[in-house]
């Protein structure tokens, strides 16, 4: 069904899009995922409703593992296999490579909050406000960030929230530094 359906739905995407005046890589970015993620979502939430927070919050753990890991981590083999060449680089505008960035600094932050594998509130809510600021933030007027030196465009503005995102980490690390470290260490087996 969704090799069926893929095509279609990404040209439909697209053309919407332009009908709108909305940038294709944003608008596949960010409104394909919701209708992609949208079952792991539905899920979270009714183990969240039923009081099983942590199920929820493992659940969507796994899928963005599953996500960063596998699905990610072929991208650049697909894109070889379609371009004749498994050596051909992917060709990433200025705009995509500051989206890459920020998408990492935000994972950075979010494994850092989630290391003792627990999120409190105070976390979500920096997450949630950083998420939120970084997808307003390039739609907002300029005269609002007119009193930054420079006056900041869009990518610069994502440039800054990456920065912020990882700022947030290091300040994590005196809090959640053991449990990041048993997170890479590997693990020994007993033997007998």
């Given at each position: 069904?969704?090799?069926?359906?893929?095509?279609?739905?990404?040209?439909?995407?697209?053309?919407?899009?332009?009908?709108?005046?909305?940038?294709?890589?944003?608008?596949?970015?960010?409104?394909?995922?919701?209708?992609?993620?949208?079952p792991e979502f539905i899920v979270a939430i009714m183990?969240?409703?039923?009081?099983?927070?942590?199920?929820?919050?493992?659940?969507?753990?796994?899928?963005?593992?599953?996500?960063?890991?596998?699905?990610?981590?072929?991208?650049p083999g697909v894109y070889g296999v379609s371009s004749?060449?498994?050596?051909?680089?992917?060709?990433?505008?200025?705009?995509?490579?500051?989206?890459?960035?920020?998408?990492?600094?935000?994972?950075?932050?979010?494994?850092?909050?989630?290391?003792?594998?627990?999120?409190?509130?105070?976390?979500?809510?920096?997450?949630?406000?950083?998420?939120?600021?970084?997808?307003?933030?390039?739609?907002?007027?300029?005269?609002?960030?007119?009193?930054?030196?420079?006056?900041?465009?869009?990518?610069?503005?994502?440039?800054?929230?990456?920065?912020?995102?990882?700022?947030?980490?290091?300040?994590?690390?005196?809090?959640?530094?053991?449990?990041?470290?048993?997170?890479?260490?590997?693990?020994?087996?007993?033997?007998?």
């Amino acid at each position: 069904m969704i090799v069926g359906n893929a095509e279609t739905f990404s040209e439909g995407l697209v053309a919407t899009g332009r009908q709108f005046g909305i940038d294709e890589f944003l608008l596949v970015q960010w409104l394909a995922p919701i209708a992609s993620e949208a079952p792991e979502f539905i899920v979270a939430i009714m183990f969240a409703l039923r009081g099983l927070g942590g199920l929820a919050l493992g659940s969507l753990i796994s899928s963005k593992l599953n996500q960063w890991t596998l699905l990610v981590g072929m991208i650049p083999g697909v894109y070889g296999v379609s371009s004749g060449s498994l050596a051909t680089p992917i060709p990433l505008s200025g705009l995509q490579m500051h989206e890459v960035l920020l998408t990492a600094a935000q994972s950075l932050l979010a494994v850092g909050l989630l290391a003792g594998l627990r999120l409190s509130i105070r976390g979500a809510m920096l997450l949630f406000v950083l998420f939120l600021g970084q997808f307003l933030a390039p739609a907002m007027p300029a005269a609002l960030w007119a009193h930054l030196p420079g006056h900041l465009s869009g990518t610069q503005v994502h440039f800054l929230f990456s920065f912020l995102y990882m700022g947030g980490f290091v300040l994590l690390l005196p809090h959640t530094g053991r449990q990041l470290l048993a997170l890479v260490r590997p693990t020994r087996t007993r033997t007998s």
